[in-house]
C-alpha cells in the first residue's frame, strides 16, 4: 500500500487542547486556590475525587488567575489510542511553548516508527531547556485504561524536567507508583474531603447562584453534612430551589431521591459500571458499613475484597473507615441513591432477605446494636423481643438508648407486658429521659408481672429494681421523704453489686442534698460508685461520680471538682458514651464551675455539648442549660442572645413541670437581666408572685431565697433583702454550702452599702473574699453594681486581708476594669490567663518562660527593655502568688495546655 493510500490519521479536536470556559462568576474559593498554588512548587499533584466534586471547574479557574502557562489535555475513552495519547500530548504542550513548536512537531512525526516512551523520552529532552515553569493538566484520567500510557506517564514523572509541573485531575487512583513520591514529599494531593464545601462556601455560593438567603444556617449545614460537601449537590438544589420562604424545608428533605440526583448519579456512575458491580453496589447499599464479609453474605459473590478495592480504585462515591482499608461506607447521597434504585429493581422480600442476613451476620460477630438496625427493617416483632430480652440490658450501658426505645416501639405492648425483662427495659430508658409520667407507667406495668414470678432470686431482683427506679422517680419529682423510704427498700433486698442497689445510693444521696447533709451525701455516693463498679454499669458509675463532682462545687472545692468532672469526662469518652443523657449533668455542671472561673468560651462549648444531648429528650431539659447560656450571654455584654434563651425558658416553664432548682437557676438569671435592662416593673411582678421564703439545707432552696434577696436589692429594698440573707447565711454555714455562703455574703455587702452600714460591709465582703480564694471565685464578685466595685476597692487596704486573699481582689478589681472599659483580645491568650487577670504583655512573657527563654531572649523577642521584662515578671508572680522561675514554668505549661494552674497558696 502506498502512503498515498494509508488512511489519514483521526484529526484532533482543538477543545480538548483547550481549558475548559469558566464563568467569570464561578465562586472563588481561596482555600483551595491557596493550595493549588502549594502544590504548584511540588513536581506533582493529583486531584482525587468522585464525579461531580467540582475538580474540573476548580483547576480551570485557578488556571484563568495564573500568570505563567497553564497546558490542557481533556480526556475521554477514545484517547486510550497511545499514538493518539501522543499526538495530543505534544499538541497541547506545543500550544503553549510555541519555541517548542519545531522539535515537538517533528517527535510526532517519527512517533509512528516509535512508541509512545521513546516520545516521552523526547519531551522531556525539550522540556528541559524551558526556562520558565509550565503546568500541564491532565483532566479525567481515570478514563484512561491503556497500560502503555500509564507507563509512559510513570516515566514521564520519573524523568520529569524541572520547569514541568504535572497536574492530573481523576476520579481513581492513577496506578502511577505514586508511594516512592509519597514517602519523599514530591507530591502534592487534594482529596473529596478539601474539595468539599464548607458552610460558609455553600452559602455563599447559594447566594450567588440563585440570590438564595440562608435564613436558618443549621438547615444548611444538615444539608451540607449528608452531601459532604459535594458541589453537585449543591448545584442541584441551587438550580432546582423553590420559592425562598419554604427554602430551609425544601433543604431538610433534599436527599439522594431527587430527581436531578438520581439523573445525575444514574447517568454519571451507574450506569457505567458492569451487571456484577452494579448488583454488589444495590445490595450493600442497605448497609451503612461493611467490610468484604459482610459484603459477601449479603452479594454471595466470592471476590468481594477485590470487588471492594476495585470500587476505591476506580472513584466511587465509596470511604475506607480504617487506615486498613477493611471497613468502607458510601457516601450518604449515593447510598440514598443506590437504596432507591434497589427499591425499584427488587421486590420487597428481597429487601427484607438482604436486611435478614445482614441480622444474621452482625449477631454472630457480637454486634448486637448493628444487628437489630437490621431486624427493625425486617419486621419481625417476635424475634425483636427474643433479641432484646436477651441483650437489651448491654445495649442500654453501651448507651443504645434510641435503639431501644426504636425495638420497644415496634413491639406490640402486651409483648412487653409479658416480660418483665422488657418492662424493666423500658423503666430504665424512661428513668434517662427525666420523663416522671412516661417512667410511673413503665413501672406500673413492671409490678404488674411481679405476682407471677415464681424463683425467689429472681424476684428479688425484680422487686429490687422496681423499688430503685420508684425512689429515682419520688426524687425527681421532689417528694424526698417517698424517694428516701424507697430506696432503702431497693436496698433491703438488693445485691451489693448491682444497678439497683447502685441507683438506690445514688437516691439516698440526692436525699441528703436536699437535707444539707453534705457529707453523707458524698458517703452515700462513694458507696454508690462501688456498687455501679461491681455491677459493670458505666451508666451507675458516671452518674455517681458526677453527683460526688457535685458535692464538691457546693462544699467550696471547685477544684476538687473540676478534677473530678474531668474523670468522668474522660470515662465517657473511652466507652464511647459522650452522648448518653447522664453526660447532660456533667456538661451542665462543668459549665457552671466554668462561668465562675470566666472561661466562657469553653463553658459555652460544655452547655452546647449538652443541648446536643437533650437534643432526643424531653424538651423541658434544655431549660439549665438555656439558663447557663443566657448567663454567658451577659457576661459577654451579648443581651440579646440572653433575652432569647430566657424567653425560651419562659415557654418551657410554662408548659412542663420541672425540678426546683431548674426554675431558680433560670430565674437568678432571668432577674440579672432585667437588672441590667432597668425592668424593675419585671422585678416587681416577679417577687409578688413568689412565696416567701423557707428554711433553705440545700443549694437549690438556697438559690430561690437568694432570688428574692437579689430582686429586693435590686427594688432598693434593702432591709427586706438583708431580714432574707441573714439567716440564709447562718444555713448554708451551718451546712457546709460554701459556694452559697459566698454568694450570700456578696449580697450581703450590698444590702449593708445601702443601709449605711459599713462596718457589716466590710466584715461580709472579707468573708466572702476568705471563701472565694481557694474556689479562685470570680463571676459572683463581678455581678455587683459598679458602685459596689468601688468598696471593693477600698476593701484593699483593709489590713485583716491575707496576702492571697489581696491578690485575689486585686484580680478581682483588675478584671472589673477590663468588663466595663472592654480590651482587645489577644487572638492566642488562653481563657484561663484573662480569668487569672494577666495582661496580654504578661502573658507573653509567662509563656517565653515556659518555654525557658531567658530575660534577654524575650526583651529580644518582645522588643522591649529587660528592665521592662522583669518589671512584667514581678506582677505576674504577683498575681499568680509565685515565687520562682520553676514555678513560673510549670504554671505557663498549664495555661497553655489548656489546664487550671495549680496557683501557690490556693487552697
Keep these: 500500500m502506498t502512503t498515498s493510500d494509508a488512511p489519514e490519521a483521526r484529526p484532533l479536536i482543538p477543545s480538548k487542547i483547550s481549558p475548559p470556559q469558566t464563568s467569570p462568576h464561578v465562586l472563588s474559593r481561596p482555600r483551595l486556590e491557596a493550595a493549588l498554588l502549594d502544590a504548584a512548587s511540588k513536581p506533582l499533584c ?147 474531603d478539601e474539595l468539599g464545601f464548607t458552610l460558609e462556601e455553600a452559602r455563599q455560593f447559594l447566594h450567588e447562584k440563585n440570590d438564595l438567603r440562608i435564613d436558618d444556617p443549621q438547615a444548611l449545614q444538615e444539608t451540607l453534612q449528608r452531601l459532604k460537601g459535594w458541589a453537585a449537590g449543591l448545584q442541584i438544589i441551587a438550580l432546582s430551589a423553590p420559592p425562598k420562604d419554604s427554602f430551609n424545608d425544601y433543604l431538610r428533605r433534599f436527599n439522594g431521591a431527587h430527581a436531578h440526583v438520581l439523573d445525575f448519579l444514574a447517568e454519571e456512575v451507574l450506569s457505567k459500571q458492569s451487571p456484577e458491580r452494579q448488583a ?52 450518604p447521597f449515593f447510598a440514598e441513591f443506590l437504596r432507591h434504585q434497589l427499591q425499584l429493581q427488587a421486590s420487597p422480600q428481597a429487601i427484607v432477605d438482604l436486611h435478614r442476613r445482614a441480622y444474621e451476620w452482625w449477631l454472630q460477630k457480637a454486634q448486637t446494636a448493628e444487628a437489630l438496625t437490621h431486624l427493625l427493617q425486617v419486621g419481625d416483632p417476635a424475634l425483636i423481643a427474643e433479641t432484646l430480652s436477651v441483650h437489651g440490658w448491654a445495649l442500654f450501658e453501651q448507651g443504645q438508648l434510641s435503639l431501644i426505645e426504636q425495638c420497644l416501639d415496634a413491639l406490640p405492648e402486651a409483648a412487653i407486658a409479658n416480660d418483665n425483662r422488657l418492662a424493666l427495659l423500658r423503666a430504665w430508658v424512661c428513668l434517662t429521659q427525666a420523663d416522671p409520667g412516661s417512667l410511673e407507667e413503665a413501672l406500673n406495668q413492671a409490678e404488674q408481672r411481679l405476682p407471677d414470678q415464681q424463683e425467689e432470686t429472681q424476684w428479688r431482683q425484680v422487686s429490687a429494681e422496681i423499688s430503685a427506679l420508684k425512689a429515682q422517680l419520688y426524687a425527681t419529682v421532689e417528694d424526698i421523704e417517698a424517694a428516701h423510704n424507697h430506696a432503702r427498700q431497693a436496698l433491703a433486698i438488693s445485691s451489693s453489686a448491682s444497678n439497683a442497689a447502685a441507683i438506690a445510693l445514688s437516691v439516698l444521696g440526692e436525699t441528703h442534698v436536699c437535707r444539707g447533709e453534705l457529707d453523707q451525701a458524698r458517703d452515700a455516693f462513694i458507696q454508690a460508685e ?298 492566642n491568650m488562653p481563657e484561663q490567663a484573662r480569668a487569672l487577670a494577666l495582661t496580654p504583655k504578661e502573658w507573653e512573657v509567662l509563656r517565653l518562660i515556659g518555654e525557658g527563654s531567658s530575660n534577654e531572649r524575650i526583651a529580644e523577642r518582645l522588643y522591649v527593655a529587660p528592665s521592662t521584662v522583669r518589671s512584667h515578671i514581678k506582677h505576674v508572680y504577683q498575681k499568680l502568688g509565685i515565687s520562682s522561675r520553676v514555678e513560673a514554668r510549670r504554671v505557663s505549661l498549664d495555661l497553655s495546655q489548656g489546664r487550671v494552674a495549680g496557683l501557690g497558696e490556693q487552697g
Design 530 to 827: 462501688a456498687s455501679a463498679r461491681a455491677a459493670n454499669s458505666m451508666h451507675g458509675l458516671l452518674w455517681t461520680l458526677g453527683q460526688q463532682a457535685d458535692v464538691l462545687r457546693h462544699q467550696g472545692d471547685l477544684l476538687g471538682c473540676h478534677q473530678q468532672q474531668t474523670i468522668v469526662l474522660q470515662l465517657a469518652r473511652e466507652h464511647h458514651l459522650a452522648q448518653t443523657p447522664v453526660m447532660e449533668f456533667i456538661h451542665r455542671q462543668r459549665a457552671d464551675l466554668l462561668i465562675e472561673w470566666l472561661q466562657c468560651h469553653e463553658a459555652a462549648q460544655h452547655c452546647d455539648a449538652g443541648l446536643r444531648i437533650v437534643e432526643h429528650l424531653e424538651p423541658h431539659c434544655a431549660i439549665p442549660l438555656n439558663a447557663l447560656k443566657a448567663s454567658i450571654a451577659l457576661q459577654q455584654g451579648e443581651a440579646g442572645a440572653a433575652e432569647t434563651y430566657l424567653r425560651k425558658n419562659t415557654l418551657l416553664m410554662r408548659e412542663h413541670r420541672c425540678h426546683s432548682d431548674w426554675r431558680a437557676l433560670s430565674a437568678s438569671i432571668q432577674l440579672r437581666y432585667w437588672r441590667q435592662q432597668r425592668s424593675l416593673s419585671a422585678i416587681n411582678e416577679w417577687l409578688s408572685a413568689e412565696p416567701a421564703p423557707s428554711p433553705a439545707p440545700s443549694h437549690f432552696q438556697q438559690r430561690r431565697a437568694r432570688n428574692l434577696a437579689f430582686a429586693l436589692l435590686s427594688l432598693d429594698r434593702s432591709h427586706e433583702a438583708l431580714q432574707i440573707l441573714q439567716p440564709l447565711t447562718s444555713q448554708a454555714r451551718q451546712f457546709g454550702l460554701r459556694l452559697c455562703e459566698m454568694e450570700n455574703q456578696i449580697l450581703a455587702t450590698w444590702a449593708c452599702l445601702r443601709l449605711g452600714k459599713e462596718d457589716e460591709a466590710s466584715n461580709a465582703l472579707l468573708r466572702a473574699l476568705q471563701l472565694a480564694d481557694p474556689m479562685r471565685a470570680i463571676a459572683s464578685l463581678l455581678q455587683a453594681p459598679e458602685w459596689l466595685l468601688e468598696f471593693y476597692g477600698a476593701m484593699m487596704e483593709d489590713s485583716r486581708l491575707s496576702s492571697a486573699e489581696r491578690r485575689h481582689l486585686q484580680r478581682v478589681l483588675e478584671l472589673s476594669k477590663r468588663q466595663h472599659r472592654p480590651q482587645k483580645k489577644t487572638r
Design 46 to 192: 493529583i486531584v482525587r475525587a468522585p464525579a461531580g466534586f467540582g475538580k474540573t471547574t476548580l483547576m480551570s479557574h485557578w488556571r484563568r488567575r495564573q500568570p505563567g502557562r497553564v497546558a490542557w489535555l481533556s480526556l475521554d475513552e477514545l484517547d486510550n489510542d497511545a499514538t493518539l495519547f501522543g499526538r495530543y500530548l505534544t499538541a497541547t504542550l506545543s500550544h503553549q511553548a510555541p519555541e517548542l513548536q519545531g522539535p515537538l512537531s517533528r517527535a510526532e512525526e517519527a512517533l509512528s516508527d516509535y512508541d509512545l516512551i521513546w516520545l516521552t523520552g523526547k519531551l522531556c529532552n525539550e522540556l528541559s531547556a524551558l526556562d520558565q515553569q509550565l503546568i500541564l493538566v491532565l483532566d479525567d484520567y481515570h478514563r484512561v485504561q491503556n497500560e502503555q500510557i500509564h507507563e509512559a506517564l510513570r516515566f514521564l514523572i520519573q524523568h520529569q524536567p524541572p520547569a514541568l509541573r504535572l497536574f492530573i485531575l481523576t476520579r481513581s487512583e492513577p496506578p502511577l507508583g505514586l508511594a516512592n513520591w509519597r514517602v519523599r514529599g514530591m507530591l502534592h494531593e487534594i482529596g473529596a
Design 280 to 331: 454488589f453496589l444495590l445490595k450493600t447499599s442497605v448497609l451503612e458499613r461493611f467490610n468484604s464479609e459482610l459484603a459477601q453474605a449479603l452479594t454471595e459473590q466470592k471476590e468481594s475484597f477485590g470487588m471492594l478495592q476495585d470500587l476505591e480504585k476506580g472513584g466511587m462515591f465509596i470511604a475506607p473507615l480504617d487506615e486498613y482499608r477493611t471497613w468502607y461506607s458510601y457516601h
